[in-house]
């Protein structure tokens, strides 16, 4: 079955059909990789790479997912080096790199830049993360993570810890998994970057329970304890990041007798000890990995349009 849309820029434009195709195409893709043979279904196909503002796992895995099918990657990134540096606008660099390439995967700093990218972009377009909005992609690919690890979705109690103003990972998130059944959720951040209302309204118009609270402890007992990185690019006042950074840090010792999977999009900056990499809770590398497969069946299924 086809996804229901042909531009995913965020995780809202999602039923729960195209939620479950992703996840079998991704487990497809992970066969695929498993082979370790050349695969080439995108023979001939360009993904345009577009990334105005940092990355490293989410660039590299978008590329890595074209090179693994068989197609090719142009590249375009760092704002001082870009058109949109001169003044162009997003549209008229969409409008012409839509020309070139097949399809198309864009981060910018501006939240809002992905639907203006969408509305005019000739082929199928991907928000690779536009500022504090949304970053499907890594929605997509924790939820891969998150059905891999428990072995299911519904029911979950998930807790998601740090910035959750300026974490567009968290909303996307949430967006997602409000398409399953029975799930929980805990916000656990200072009161400066608290849950967006957006995102609580979501919640209260779907009837999912949820709760809001500044103290870690909140988040132990959770099935899923998805750690956040205090979102340093969006301070406008430096003094008060340095304040917040290190708020919430954890340690291996938190987890004992649990059995919480910590997930983590990374890059983390201290907010979990490594420690914790060696215990079997850890699962944010996994979940890194999880990035090319599931990016693999996104492109795929969009240029079967
Ligand atoms: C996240 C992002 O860019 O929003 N990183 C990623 O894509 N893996 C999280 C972050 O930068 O903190």
């Known amino acids: 079955m086809p996804l229901s849309f042909r531009h995913l820029t965020s995780t809202k434009q999602l039923s729960r059909a195209d939620a479950d195709a992703v996840l079998s195409r991704a487990a497809a893709m992970d066969k695929v990789l498993a082979k370790g043979k050349p695969d080439d279904r995108m023979h001939g196909k360009i993904l345009a790479a577009l990334f105005y503002e940092p990355s490293t ?11 693994r099918l068989g197609g090719q990657v142009i590249t375009a990134d760092g704002f001082q ?19 070139y390439a097949d399809i198309i995967a864009m981060r910018h700093p501006e939240q809002g830049s992905a639907d203006k990218a969408a509305s005019v972009s000739l082929v199928p377009f991907i928000n690779a993360g536009d500022g504090p909005g949304q970053h499907p992609t890594q929605a997509l690919l924790d939820l891969y993570t998150i059905a891999k690890e428990r072995g299911k979705v519904d029911g979950l109690r998930v807790a998601m810890v740090g910035d959750l103003k300026f974490g567009r990972t968290v909303h996307s998130l949430t967006f997602l998994l409000g398409l399953y059944k029975d799930l929980h959720f805990t916000y656990v951040s200072p009161k400066e970057l608290k849950i967006p209302e957006k995102v ?13 609270m500044t103290t870690f402890d909140g988040a132990f007992d959770a099935d899923i304890i998805y750690m956040t990185r205090i979102q340093k690019e969006r301070f406008a006042d430096a003094s008060e990041y340095e304040r917040l950074k290190h708020v919430y840090v954890l340690h291996a010792d938190q987890l004992k007798g649990k059995n919480a999977t910590v997930l983590h999009p990374l890059p983390r900056v201290g907010e979990i000890d490594p420690d914790v990499d060696a215990l079997p809770n850890a699962a944010y590398f996994r979940q890194a990995k999880n990035g090319v497969p599931t990016r693999m069946a996104l492109i795929e299924m969009l240029l079967e349009g």
Not at 57 to 67: D, G, K, V, Y
Not at 82 to 99: P, R
């Open 200 to 212: 609580t309204s979501f919640l209260k118009e779907k009837d999912i329970p949820f709760e809001e």
């Open 81 to 99: 080096f870009s058109s949109l540096y001169k003044g162009e606008t997003i549209e008229d660099t969409i409008t012409m790199v839509s020309q």
């Open 57 to 67: 796992r989410t660039r590299l895995s978008f590329e890595t997912a074209m090179l």
